[in-house]
């Protein structure tokens, strides 16, 4: 069990269940708040053998060493932060990627997330990865031919994919939100609940250098969607695609680089993956660029104020 301390209480997590217990007849004083974000995401690399048009990855090849995400991770984890969730690119395409897993598994208290087209995943990675997973996710952008059209891949392949992350720990299906995938919504819910999903993502579709983001029309049906959603398998949505929609915060005092942070495949520090702002993470450690990132913000309120 690990705690971290912030506006809303004491919150503390059980990275092997899961299990989430927030103390809020306990508030501490701010200068007791953990420092780190309480999740931070981390582009391994760039690099991805698909060519999806609405990625938000950057496309020219980066990648980051071992050595250097294991130091971020254990200044974060000294700091209170919960989890770190691995993307891309496509992370099992980092040639360090089950080391990195492993080392972070056994040298922190952080829970060990990824996410994955789950097209690499093969028998003899997933049996590499037990233990060292706490959490995985998988994008499902649409059924049949519409994934097919989407990802450039075939359906049953993903099914495949579906079998092998199924055994490696507990894992969630993602799906991005657009025109084409909004009528497959109630297909996608009844795919995670057959397969065994404990959590069903949703990603509203954001501007990108490759496409537009979710438009008006495709934002009405999801939130009719999700109004009368009664399905088994539990409904998340990204922070970026949740206006609009019902949701529910058990820390709203926990805002911004408090709560979420994304470390780039150059090694940049970001309020999101998409944000054009950062602070470059040099010697002095991830959380000097934290410093400075959250510094760059203050002084910006302060000129809007």
Known sequence: MKSRSGPNGVHIFDRLTGLNVLLDELRP?????SVSPRQVSIALTNVCDLQCAYCYAPKHKASLQADQVLGWLKELDAEGCHG??????EPTLH???????KKVSEETQLAVTFTTHGHRLTSKMVEQLKGSVHFARISVDGIGSTYE???GRRFDELLRGLDSISILSPFGINVVVNERTVAELDA???LAQ??????????PQQATKGGEAMNEMVGRALQDWVSNYRGKVRLAVSEAGASGLPTCDPLPDERGLQAYAHIDASGMLRATSYSAA???IGGAGVLSALKQLRSTFEIKREKRS
């Open 149 to 151: 059209a989407q990802r």
């Open 84 to 89: 770190i969730g691995f993307g891309g690119g």
């Open 278 to 280: 950062g602070a470059k």
């Open 188 to 190: 996608i819910s009844e």
């Open 194 to 203: 057959r397969v065994g999903a404990s959590e069903f993502l949703l990603l």
């Open 29 to 33: 004083e701010e200068a007791a708040w």
């Open 95 to 101: 040639p360090d990627f089950v080391g990195i897993c």
